[in-house]
C-alpha cells in the first residue's frame, strides 16, 4: 500500500529523517512512536505530499508521492499536526470547501459529508463556529475532512495532544474505528497510547527507524533482560551461596536502600522466567532459608521504547545538548 525507501530529508546540515525505509500493507493501524523531535512529523508530511525530501522515494500503491503527487494524494486522507481550520466557518461549510477542493460535487459531495460528520460525531455542532468548537471537537473535524474523498488511508499527526482525558479516549475510539475501515498510521509520543491502538509499531529515534513489529513481538525482543527480585532475611552472602548453582543467571546486585532485608535483582537470560524463578525457589527450599518475597519483572513495551530510543541516541552522541534533552522528554513521557 505504502512503500517508503530511504527516505532522508535534511534541513541544512541537520539530518531530521535518515534513510528511512518501511512498507504500510492494507488493513492495519499502524502506530509512529517516537519522542519529540524524532522526525515523525518530517516523515508524515513527505509521505502525504506536503513536503519534498531530500532523497528516496515514497510510493501510495505504486503512485510516487514526487512524479505523481495528483494520484498519490487521492489516495490519502492527512491530519496535519496543525490542521489548516478555517475558524469562522462552521464544520459543514469546512467540510464542503474540502470535500469540492477533493473533487467532489452535488449529490456525492452532501451523501459524503453527511457519512463523515455521522462517522466523526459532530452532527450536534456541524452548524456552530468552529472557533466555537472544543478542541477534541476540532479535531474530529479535522478527521472529517482528511475521510472525505474516501482514501484508502489515513494520516493522522499527534491526534490526541493538547486534549483532555475523556476527548483522548473519544479520540482513540474513533481512530479504532476507522481502523476497520482504512488503513491507518497515526503518530504518538505516548506508548500507552499506541499499545491500546495499533497492530503494528514503528518507533522512530533520531530520523531513523529503530524498531518494527507488533506490539507484543517488541515485548518479546527484551524478553532476555527478565529481571527477579527477592527480598530474603539471609544475608547477602547466604543468598550468593544459596544460588550459586541456578543457571542462567547472568547478574546479581543487592539494593542499598533497604537495610533491614538483603534484597537481590537477579537478572536472567532464559526464555521462561519462571522457570528461573522455579529454581530459585527451590534452591532457597534446599538450603532452608526463607524468601520473604519474590517479584518478576517482565519486560514491556516501555522497557523496548527506552533501550532503543536510548541506544539510539548513544550511537549518535556526538550531536550532544539536544540528545540529552529528547531522553530526558521520552522518559518524562513513558514513566
Ligand atoms: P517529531 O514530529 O517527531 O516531533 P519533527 O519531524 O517535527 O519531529 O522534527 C524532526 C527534527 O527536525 C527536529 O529536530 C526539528 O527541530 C527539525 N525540524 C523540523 N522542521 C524543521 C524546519 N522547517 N527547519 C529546520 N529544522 C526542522
Ligand atoms: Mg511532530
Do not use: W
Not at 492527512?78 to 464544520?91: N, R, V
Not at 529515534?205 to 507488533?214: N, Q, T
Request: hydrophobic content about 35%; aromatic content about 6%.
Amino acid at each position: 500500500m505504502i512503500s517508503v525507501e530511504h527516505l532522508t530529508k535534511c534541513y541544512g546540515d541537520f539530518t531530521a529523517v535518515d534513510d528511512l525505509s518501511f512498507e504500510i500493507v492494507e488493513g492495519h493501524v499502524y502506530g509512529f512512536l517516537g519522542p519529540n523531535g524524532a522526525g515523525k512529523s518530517t516523515t508524515m508530511n513527505i509521505m502525504t505530499g506536503c513536503l519534498s525530501a531530500t532523497s528516496g522515494h515514497v510510493r501510495i500503491d505504486g503512485y510516487d508521492i514526487f512524479e505523481e503527487p495528483n494520484k498519490a494524494k487521492k489516495l490519502i486522507g492527512y491530519l496535519p499536526e496543525q490542521p489548516p481550520l478555517y475558524m469562522s466557518e462552521t464544520p459543514l461549510e469546512y467540510l464542503k470547501f474540502v470535500g469540492e477542493a477533493k473533487g467532489l460535487r452535488g449529490a456525492e459531495l452532501k451523501k459524503q459529508i453527511e457519512e463523515v460528520i455521522q462517522r466523526t460525531k459532530l452532527t450536534d455542532v456541524k452548524n456552530r463556529c468552529i472557533s466555537a468548537l472544543s478542541k477534541g471537537y476540532k479535531q474530529r473535524v479535522g478527521i472529517a475532512q482528511a475521510l472525505l474523498g474516501n482514501p484508502k488511508v489515513i494520516i493522522l499527526d499527534e491526534p490526541t495532544v493538547g486534549l483532555d482525558p475523556i476527548q483522548i479516549i473519544e479520540i482513540r475510539d474513533l481512530i479504532k474505528e476507522l481502523g476497520k475501515t482504512h488503513t491507518v498510521i497515526f503518530s504518538s509520543h505516548i506508548l500507552s497510547e499506541v499499545q491500546a491502538i495499533c497492530d503494528q509499531v514503528l518507533i522512530i529515534s533520531k530520523g531513523k527507524l529503530v524498531a518494527f513489529d507488533e506490539p507484543s513481538k517488541l515485548e518479546k525482543l527484551l524478553m532476555t533482560t527478565n529481571e527477579i527480585i527477592i527480598t530474603s532475611d539471609a544475608t547477602r552472602e547466604e543468598i550468593k551461596e544459596t544460588l550459586a548453582d541456578v543457571n542462567h543467571i547472568t547478574d546479581m546486585s543487592f539494593d542499598e536502600r533497604n537495610t533491614e532485608y538483603a534484597v537481590a535483582h537477579i537478572r536472567t537470560d532464559h526464555d521462561n522466567i519462571y522457570d528461573i524463578s522455579g529454581a530459585i525457589f527451590s534452591a532457597f527450599a534446599a538450603k532452608g532459608k526463607v524468601l520473604l518475597e519474590m517479584t518478576l519483572k517482565k519486560a514491556n513495551l516501555e522497557d523496548v521504547f527506552i533501550e532503543l530510543t536510548e541506544n539510539s541516541n548513544k550511537d549518535n552522541a556526538s550531536s550532544g545538548s539536544e540528545t540529552d534533552m529528547e531522553i530526558t522528554e521520552s522518559e518524562e513521557v513513558v514513566r
